[in-house]
């Protein structure tokens, strides 16, 4: 049996790490979520990104705040005036 490979799961996720820099699908793969709800934290002002060239990055740290947080994608109910 000598040169049998172990076989791998593909569905092993990433470790986060706070001092690292992960890119957008990455950082969705890490926190176990699509890249499309990833993007929707993003652009609800719930992730702060940065830009290296032209990759735009999440740092493990933002990712793990994010969670903690509840690990929300929308501003609804944030600020509302509801008339009644």
């Not at 719930?46 to 793990?64: K, M, N, P």
């Amino acid at each position: 049996m000598a040169g049998k490979q172990k076989k791998t799961n593909k569905q092993d996720s990433p470790i986060l790490e706070l001092n690292r820099n992960y890119s957008i699908p990455l950082g969705a793969k890490v926190a176990g979520c699509s890249a499309i709800t990833f993007w929707r934290a993003i652009y609800a002002g719930h992730l702060e990104t940065y830009r290296i060239g032209r990759r735009r990055t999440v740092s493990g740290a933002q990712i793990l705040a994010w969670l903690e947080a509840g690990g929300k994608t929308s501003r609804a109910g944030q600020g509302l005036a509801i008339a009644v």
